[in-house]
């Protein structure tokens, strides 16, 4: 697929106003081009009058296929990732702020950095193009790029927090065709340029849905994940409180990771928690939880105390491949590669099978 590199700056000035121009008419206004798009899709009204918003289908991944996945929207920014029915073992969402889930260890815990940024931005029910003024985001075109054998109009929303995509609606159909972004994978590590498209577009209640997706690395041109839609369901009423964490009585592990979780900031917190909980429990195994906290920090960008924790765990168990390969991480995570290769290697002595810690040690340079 071959796109406008709108990034490099002498193509975003002379290029794309060349594209836009072709030289004879100038392209549309952002507004007239938003207004075609909420047109084409069925209309002010029919989109206005969309209150909520029931996603099913099944969503693939390298290596992972959920069937049944279920994506939840609602007026005015609410969101669940997960079944409103049922607890899963992994549901997230946003409820005035962003919170994800995980049944084992047994944990909630509220985001920020680029895991709240990646949840929030997605809560609009129809989309970034429409309402965006309420959205506190800004759109301005940027010229004519071709998504596949499509001309498109390139408009980039600028949203409130500075983050910024790219979204391309079609010349001819004014559907939304795609959409590029960079941002860490699943919030972690670096950033990546990515494009979604949009295909199998069909009629829910007289508005138009995209009900296939696709996200692909543009450097590589790898597919990240896709979610086939197999049912939409609009304007269902629920109760506010669907869209906030599973509330349930916490074992004194569940609340010693929370704890530590709340605390990622402040490593001399960090650290008497961990001593006062393993001085009150020692007969608690904490290793595998002290795993799942230590890679959230690292999603907040807590390195520091990240590091700590990690540090601490495999210490207390060095013969545990998973506490090597979350230390081997918190060092390559803080540009400490010697220090990190050392530990995926640890990690792979103490278990052959380690695949996480295979693929970790594959994607580090080269020592010199």
């Known amino acids: 697929m071959k796109l406008v590199d709108v990034t490099h700056p002498i193509l975003a000035f002379v290029g794309l106003s060349l594209l836009a121009t072709g030289g004879s008419a100038p392209l549309p206004s952002a507004e007239a081009i938003v207004a075609h798009y909420i047109d084409a899709i069925g209309g002010r009204t029919h989109v206005s009058g969309v209150h909520s918003l029931v996603v099913r289908g099944t969503y693939t991944e390298t290596g992972m296929t959920m069937n ?126 990515s494009e979604t498209r949009w295909t199998d577009y069909r009629s829910v209640e007289g508005v138009l849905f995209a009900f296939h997706s696709e996200e692909v690395a543009l450097a590589t041109g790898k597919t990240l994940n896709a979610f086939q839609t197999t049912a939409i369901e609009v304007n269902r009423s629920f109760d506010p409180a669907v869209f906030s964490p599973p509330v349930f009585p916490h074992t004194p592990l569940q609340a010693f990771l929370e704890r530590l979780f709340a605390e990622r900031e402040d490593v001399r917190a960090v650290s008497w928690s961990r001593h006062d909980f393993r001085h009150a429990y020692p007969d608690v195994d904490t290793d595998e939880g002290v795993q799942v906290i230590g890679y959230q920090m690292l999603k907040m960008g807590d390195t520091a105390a990240a590091m700590f924790l990690l540090e601490q765990n495999a210490k207390a168990y060095p013969r545990s491949s998973g506490a090597a390969f979350g230390l081997g991480r918190a060092y390559q995570t803080a540009g400490r590669l010697t220090a990190a290769r050392a530990e995926f290697v640890r990690a792979l002595a103490l278990d052959p099978a380690n695949e996480r810690a295979k693929t970790a040690l594959g994607a580090l340079p080269a020592p010199r």
């Open 68 to 193: 049944g996945a279920v994506l939840v929207k609602m007026r005015p920014w609410y969101k669940l990732v997960g079944d409103p029915e049922r607890t899963a073992d992994f549901s997230e969402g946003y409820d005035g702020s962003a919170w994800e889930y995980y049944r084992d260890p047994g944990i909630v815990l509220r985001t920020v950095g680029p895991a709240f940024a990646a949840s929030r931005h997605g809560v609009a029910i129809m989309g970034p193009l429409v309402d965006a003024d309420a959205q506190g985001s800004t759109i301005r075109v940027m010229g004519l790029a071709k998504v596949g054998d499509r001309d498109a109009y390139q408009l980039r929303v600028h949203m409130l927090d500075g983050f910024e995509e790219d979204e391309f609606v079609d010349t001819n159909t004014w559907l939304l065709l795609a959409a590029r972004k960079v941002a860490p994978l699943h919030a972690y590590g670096a950033g990546i340029a």
